[in-house]
T-cell receptor, first 115, second 118 residues
Framework: AQKITQTQPGMFVQEKEAVTLDCTYD???????LFWYKQPSSGEMIFLIY??????QNATEGRYSLNFQKARKSANLVISASQLGDSAMYFC????????????FGRGTSLIVHP | GAGVSQSPSNKVTEKGKDVELRCDPI?????LYWYRQSLGQGLEFLIY????????KSGLPSDRFSAERTGGSVSTLTIQRTQQEDSAVYLC????????????????FGPGTRLLVL
């Protein structure tokens, strides 16, 4: 069964607007971590934000925030005030702490920011 | 400091030839991961090294694939008798895994090696 699901293959947003990228996950491990990475056309994966399953508050990093809904098993990435440089592939990943340290990645969402 | 580096950045080879891909992790990082990313796809886990423990090879797609990590640092991924379906970007990542890290240790990725098998 797929552990990480990103249902939006492509998203478009106007510059300066906010956008939400969806991620749902499946695990029976009560302890896990969720990550978001950005992959621009250059190919390098860039870490954006982390959310632990026991964290009381939603994670925020600058213009990035994570809308963590534990009961629904969703960890959506919100990018505020989109910039042209935000155009990239975005990957959600999960690491189950009760198992191996190998994260599972979703298939990604392509975000295009229009001027 | 220096990030994760990979070489070569691009490799074109003929079907049936062997290739070696190299990864230099961030100094001091105990964990090293290899992934494969086919065009338009997510990341496919290949192999994981952590300290002196036996590597987790559960993601290697066939016995043509092997990897080693010398001295807890540099890693080499070897693909023998390459096939056209091996064409992909091979990404390496490293992280500092600690007992108190609670799993939030961030993976730092290299720029990847783009492999094309003709």
């Amino acid at each position: 069964a797929q552990k990480i699901t990103q249902t939006q293959p492509g998203m478009f947003v106007q510059e300066k607007e906010a956008v939400t990228l969806d991620c749902t996950y499946d695990t029976s491990d009560p302890s896990y971590g969720l990550f978001w990475y950005k992959q621009p056309s250059s190919g390098e994966m860039i870490f954006l934000i982390y959310q632990g399953s026991y964290d009381q508050q939603n994670a925020t990093e600058g213009r990035y925030s994570l809308n963590f809904q534990k009961a629904r098993k969703s960890a959506n990435l919100v990018i505020s005030a989109s910039q042209l440089g935000d155009s990239a592939m975005y990957f959600c990943a999960m690491r189950e702490l009760g198992g191996s340290y190998i994260p599972t990645f979703g298939r990604g969402t392509s975000l295009i920011v229009h001027p | 400091g220096a990030g994760v580096s990979q070489s070569p950045s691009n490799k074109v080879t003929e079907k049936g030839k062997d290739v070696e891909l190299r990864c230099d992790p961030i100094s001091g990082h105990t964990a090293l991961y290899w992934y494969r990313q086919s065009l338009g796809q997510g990341l496919e886990f290949l192999i994981y090294f952590q300290g002196n423990s036996a590597p987790d090879k559960s993601g290697l797609p066939s016995d043509r694939f092997s990897a080693e990590r010398t001295g807890g640092s540099v890693s080499t991924l070897t693909i023998q008798r390459t096939q056209q379906e091996d064409s992909a970007v091979y990404l390496c990542a490293s992280s500092l895994v600690t007992s108190g890290g609670a799993g939030k240790e961030t993976q730092y990725f290299g720029p990847g090696t783009r492999l094309l098998v003709l």
